[in-house]
């Protein structure tokens, strides 16, 4: 039997059988056989979810994953040292409580424009984000700068204009609760008033309300396939604003364009994004014009332990 599947590549040379690879595999493809491990030979893209743990765990290097990119662990900023921390060692869990609970909503930013580079890098941190299924199938669409980000805001506020317009008309508005349809009901009654303020500040005095005047966004939507997109792209999101807070950057994640861009997919044309694909979150970035003294506390939230 082959010990090598298209996707699982053994070198029978290097390994010792000692079975790690085989107690880490989530899908059961890897066995022991005269004490050397052999991937399933029918081995597909239905079985290997991927993951890299055999490659990650095994002691002698003995396993390839061909579809792991190493090219996706290299950083522009700095070296990364791939030696696995384990858990309880490295950072202390002070240093990562003080980073979480630091990072806050920027929403006063320079123009100094982000640079690619430090996009780039923001993309392998969140690529490293867990994904149902490990489908990955993310995208990442950089808005690099401001006109490209006034492109997409112009498009939202316009967006907004006509949802107004139409949440204006009360009969619309009761027609539609009569037949079970309350959306357009409950958006008048909660975010109407606040969403024509701000469509006015941005009109009449420029006021950036929607991305608070940040030189680049970060929009990660999903491919066809992924079997949690929605939750994917905010996990990558989550490493996106803790990683940019130690990049000296300052984030806000801006839901009010992720409605806008699945109603009205013209949007996303507009900035060269296939059809194909759908926006789950939106990363405003850049470098802070805020700066802050101390960390508060948070809301007290339900806790049970049963
Ligand atoms: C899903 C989601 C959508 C958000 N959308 C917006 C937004 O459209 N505009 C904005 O200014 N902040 C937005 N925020 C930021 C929240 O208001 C912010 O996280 C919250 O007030 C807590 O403050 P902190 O992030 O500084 O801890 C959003 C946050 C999340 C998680
Ligand atoms: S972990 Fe490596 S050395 Fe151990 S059985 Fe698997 S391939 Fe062989
Ligand atoms: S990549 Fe993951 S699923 Fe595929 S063989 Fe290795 S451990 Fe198993």
């Known amino acids: ?13 290097r390994c010792t059988g000692c079975g790690t690879c085989v107690r880490v595999c989530p899908s059961d493809i890897i066995s022991l056989e005269n004490r050397t491990a052999h991937a399933a030979p029918d081995t597909d893209a239905a079985k290997c979810l991927v993951c890299g743990h055999c ?4 002691p002698e290097s003995a396993i390839h994953i061909p579809a792991l990119d190493p090219s996706q662990n290299r950083f522009f900023a ?15 869990t002070s240093d990562l409580a003080r980073l979480i609970c630091s990072r806050r909503s920027c929403r006063h930013y320079k123009q100094t424009p982000v640079e690619k580079e430090t996009l780039q890098d923001l993309i392998r941190l969140a690529v490293f984000a867990p994904s149902g299924t490990n489908s990955q199938a993310w ?19 316009d967006f907004f204009k006509r949802l107004n317009k139409k949440a204006e008309n009360g009969l619309l508005r009761k027609a539609l609760a009569l037949v079970g349809a309350k959306t357009l009901d409950h958006y008048y009654r909660n975010y109407y008033e606040s969403v024509k303020t701000a469509i006015l500040q941005m009109e009449t005095q420029n006021r950036d309300r929607l991305f608070h005047g ?14 949690c997109p929605k939750e994917d792209a905010l996990l990558a999101a989550g490493n996106i604003l803790l990683g940019a807070h130690t990049m000296g950057l300052g984030t806000c994640l801006i839901g009010y364009v992720v409605a806008p ?12 994004i296939p059809a194909s694909e759908t926006i789950h979150a939106a990363v405003a970035l850049g470098y802070p014009k ?15 332990m049963i």
Not at 139 to 157: D, E, H, P
Not at 261 to 272: E, F, P, V
């Open 1 to 13: 039997m082959s010990l090598t599947s298209a996707f699982v590549n053994i070198d029978p040379d």
């Open 55 to 58: 490659m990650a765990a095994c």
């Open 78 to 92: 700095f070296d990364l040292d791939p030696a696995w921390l384990a858990p309880g060692t490295g950072i202390p």
């Open 139 to 157: 995208t990442f669409t950089c808005l690099t700068s401001r006109s490209q980000v006034l492109v997409l805001g112009n498009a939202i506020k």
């Open 214 to 227: 940040a030189p680049a966004i970060i929009l990660i939507g999903s491919s066809p396939g992924a079997s």
């Open 261 to 272: 861009m699945t109603a009205d997919r013209s949007i996303q044309k507009k900035l060269g």
């Open 290 to 304: 805020e700066t802050y003294q101390r960390i508060t506390g948070r809301k007290r939230p339900v806790i049970r």
